[in-house]
């Protein structure tokens, strides 16, 4: 595993309910959401996800991308604020944390990657909700990797893709 993509969506790919992912969420998803996480040297996120989502604690270094000069997580001793392009903090994500990194940012960031080649692995998660917001084509997401695999459990199906 190098950079992993990790994204939660409903079946018609609303990425959020109410400005959250929690609201997309299921509890199998959020299961495999903290495992994933405690096999990572880095977890890198936007400033929205900062924002909206509990990331006041963290198992791993955190780097947020944000233009602002304001932590939004400020009470979590291992977050880092930077101002550079996803791609610039991969690449100094890895020189200062290891090769492990999980990018837990929004989708915008996510395709962001996956159209620059950056995105080793995409697991994303596919529940049974509708009717959120943020809607995306997570199907043709799947489809810019080569390979991908399906499991299921407890009706929420997760994806893993990579090339």
């Known amino acids: ?9 409903g079946r018609d790919g609303s990425t959020s309910k109410g400005n959250s992912s929690n609201g997309v969420s299921s509890d199998a998803d959020r299961k495999a959401f903290l495992i994933r996480r405690r096999k990572v040297d880095c977890i890198v996120i936007g400033g929205n996800t900062a924002r909206h989502e509990p990331y006041r604690q963290t198992p791993v270094p955190l780097v947020i991308l944000s233009r602002s000069h304001i932590n939004p997580v400020a009470g979590n001793d291992l977050s880092h604020l930077w101002n550079m392009e996803p791609v610039d903090a991969i690449t100094k994500a890895k020189e200062l944390f290891g090769d ?6 929004g989708s915008s960031i996510v395709f962001e990657l996956v159209d620059q080649g950056l995105i080793d692995q995409l697991d994303l998660s596919v529940t049974p ?6 809607r995306i084509d997570w199907q043709g997401l799947l489809n810019k990797f080569a390979h991908q695999s399906l499991t ?3 009706g929420t199906d997760f994806y893993c893709a990579h090339n």
Do not use: F, N
């Open 100 to 105: 492990r990194i999980l990018i837990e940012a």
């Open 1 to 9: 595993m190098s950079t992993v993509a990790s994204l939660v969506v």
């Open 129 to 134: 909700v509708t009717g959120g917001d943020h």
């Open 152 to 154: 299921s459990v407890d």
